[in-house]
């Protein structure tokens, strides 16, 4: 944080200064008591097993000051600001010092593809711009102000990540970050254990909106049934990217090679031939978002074509290794995802064997069997040769690609590490592997084995 003091704090939440210097500078905020040091900002959260206002004296060792919601006095050098509730207080924070600064932001939220999208974005946009973008994955209620933590004046243009696991949750963080731009990349299933369908999951990415100026502009993905289905719900201007006919940004002649991804990019009148260094349909999709935005912000055609020939991503790795190849898509897995990454798998040229290895997908509430039948019957439809499993749910990708393609080598294992042997004994040269399942089933495991 730049020139940011205890009075700015006061100022930005409403709280009461218990005792300490209200002149104190503020350099960043910390929800860790581990990593206090002078001019650091201490937030004490209080969570389901721990409330870390027990941390407030160690955390406050090295200097630095603190919010607290359960001191109503305090003494001594060190600031103690008393709050409401320090979460809050965080976001109000974070909020004050976004608004010093006055750099456009683009906010990027979606069930599926909003962390490539937003990496796609902010590599696109370095081709004119000095970028802020979200940190790792810090895209929730308390990411999302530890990232703007680190908004300096010398950044032009930002691109943040908005997550949600609960109703509010989007509202919440547009009211923190105020972007110029809101793109929706798309409604899946993903937390609709929480929020109980997929239309409440549409409203909820679509609030978006909520956290826009005045002269705030959509980007959505025209290819989602369920934007289409709530676009009487969008009350700010929009526009479509995608493969449908209407789409203002949209993607033709889309095909694969050497692993990469060529297309033909068409908007208004104007064709580009587009090369990305990432397999999929579904990062053509993503690209379509960047190159929109790019444009959005001035950024030369021919940089934007030159920005995406070198994006790598940072969540589908493909790694070739002893002969074989390594497709590790183990970070997260939902409906959605899970077929976007058994098509790269079943379109992937070899004269070898293509292996699916795969667990299960979670968040997905009561309707989970079904969707896990879902996907088995899609890989039925590929060119997949195996399929090999962990995880219970993940017997139904067995019962229904079996059921659909008998020719399907098939085998559950009761657990990553016997999984990994079968495959270190079973791989041979030429072979494909995708492995993909949600991160808490820990088939990062697997895949760093066979790498």
Not at 267 to 283: A, I, K, M, P, S
Request: with cysteine; aromatic share 6%.
């Amino acid at each position: 944080m730049e020139n940011i003091t205890i009075q700015d704090i006061l100022k930005a939440t409403g709280g009461t200064l218990l005792c300490g210097d209200p002149s104190m500078r503020i350099d960043r905020i910390s929800t860790n008591s581990m990593e206090m040091g002078p001019n650091t900002l201490f937030v004490p959260i209080i969570g389901e097993r721990v409330d870390a206002h027990v941390f407030i004296p160690s955390a406050l060792e090295n200097g630095g000051a603190c919010l607290t919601q359960e001191h109503e006095e305090a003494s001594g050098d060190a600031p103690y600001i008393k709050v409401p509730d320090t979460l809050k207080a965080m976001q109000q924070v974070a909020a004050y010092y976004r608004n010093k600064m006055s750099l456009p932001i683009i906010g990027v939220t979606g069930s599926v593809g909003k962390t490539t999208t937003r990496e796609m974005i902010a590599h696109v946009l370095r081709g004119r711009y000095k970028v802020f973008e979200t940190i790792g994955n810090q895209n929730s209620q308390v990411g999302v102000p530890l990232t703007l933590d680190h908004l300096s004046s010398n950044d032009e243009i930002g691109v943040l990540e908005m997550g949600m696991s609960e109703p509010g949750q989007i509202t919440i963080l547009g009211e923190i970050i105020h972007p110029n731009m809101g793109v929706v990349t798309n409604v899946g299933v993903s937390h609709i254990e929480m929020m109980g369908s997929r239309d409440n999951i549409c409203r909820e990415k679509l609030d978006i909106q909520n956290g826009l100026p005045e002269d705030g502009t959509l980007l959505l993905n025209g290819d989602n049934d369920m934007i289409r289905k709530h676009l009487s719900y969008v009350k700010k201007p929009y526009e479509f990217y995608g493969f449908a006919p209407d789409c203002t940004y949209r993607a033709e002649n889309i095909w694969e090679e050497n692993g990469q991804t060529h297309f033909t990019f068409c908007y208004n009148g104007q064709r580009e031939d587009v090369t990305l260094n990432v397999l999929g349909e579904h990062n053509v999709s993503n690209a379509l978002a960047a190159i929109a935005i790019g444009l959005k912000y001035q950024v030369p055609m021919e940089a934007v074509k030159q920005q995406l020939s070198t994006f790598s991503g940072q969540r589908q790795n493909i790694i070739n290794t002893n002969g074989y190849t390594v497709i590790d898509d183990s970070y997260n897995a939902s409906p959605d995802s899970m077929k976007a990454s058994l098509k790269i798998l079943s379109d992937f040229h070899t004269d070898g064997r293509r292996i699916a290895v795969l667990s299960d997908m979670l968040e997905l509430g009561p309707d989970a069997p079904s969707y896990h039948k879902e996907v088995g019957r899609y890989i039925a439809s590929t060119k997949v040769t195996d399929l090999y499993i962990t995880g219970e749910l993940s017997q139904e990708y067995i019962t229904e690609a079996a059921a659909g393609n008998p020719s399907i080598r098939t085998r559950h294992f009761s657990s990553n590490s016997d999984l990994t042997g079968f495959l270190k004994n079973y791989l041979s040269e030429g072979d494909v592997v995708l492995v993909k399942a949600s991160n808490g089933m820990n088939l990062k495991e697997v895949a760093a084995a066979l790498i």
